[in-house]
């Protein structure tokens, strides 16, 4: 069964840093993508950041480049976040997902951890 | 960027209705949509992926339509457990949401 963890949530002052983390199981961890989606309170989904199976290829949503970095540790089957920087915005619920049936598609996602900036 | 458009945003049904939600792009994205569903409290769930394709486990009342710039997601016939909110995601380039439609009891 596929499981993914995450964890590092919290409450931090604006400007302060945080670092999440995504623990995975039942699946090869280094042969997927895998991502990062926020979800402020009672909005919708907002996709922040992504990368490849080998961390070689890395995007970014306009709205954190420069204050977030993804990074994963293919030997712990670990996904993680680091968040610099907080802002207001970004007070949301931080979900990581693993990459779907195609590229892009994501059809496992963790149970969130909830960031709040305040 | 790629914006979506999701209509409508609330949407009230009956158990065993049909129900049709839309989904535009603001340009064209050829057929690289997915669907999720989300219930309160919840992580989404992939329905669809590439505009009509069904996601293994996903029951078959749920489809999916559309090229270029419009989509549907269709219910066929709405259960209790369907009750929840939808969004379409494109990933042609980078990835975007759209707002959600909420699907509620009439």
């Known amino acids: 069964e596929v499981q993914l963890l995450e964890s590092g949530g919290g409450l931090v002052q604006p400007g302060g840093s945080l670092r999440l983390s995504c623990v995975t199981s039942g699946f090869t961890f280094s042969n997927y993508a895998m991502t990062w989606v926020r979800q402020a309170p009672g909005k919708g989904l907002e996709w922040i950041s992504g990368l490849s199976h080998n961390a070689g290829t890395i995007n970014y949503a306009d709205s954190v480049k420069g204050r977030f970095t993804i990074s994963r540790d293919n030997s712990k089957n670990t996904l993680n976040l680091q968040l610099n920087s907080l802002r207001p915005e970004d007070t949301a619920v931080y979900y990581c997902a693993k990459e779907g049936p195609v590229a892009g598609t994501f059809n496992s996602w963790g149970q969130g951890t909830l960031v709040t900036v305040s | 960027d790629i914006q979506m458009t999701q209509s409508p945003s609330t949407l009230s049904a009956s158990v065993g209705d049909r129900v049709t939600i839309t989904c535009r792009a603001s340009?064209?994205?050829?057929?690289?949509l997915a669907w999720y569903q989300q219930k309160p409290g919840k992580a989404p769930k992939l329905l669809i992926y590439r505009a009509s394709s069904l996601e293994s486990g996903v029951p078959s009342r749920f489809s999916g339509s559309g090229s270029g710039t419009e989509f549907t997601l269709t219910i066929s016939s709405l259960q209790p457990d369907d009750f929840a909110t939808y969004y379409c995601q494109q990933y042609i380039r980078d990835w975007t949401f759209g707002q959600g439609t909420r699907v509620e009891v009439k």
């Open positions: 340009q064209s994205i050829d057929i690289w």
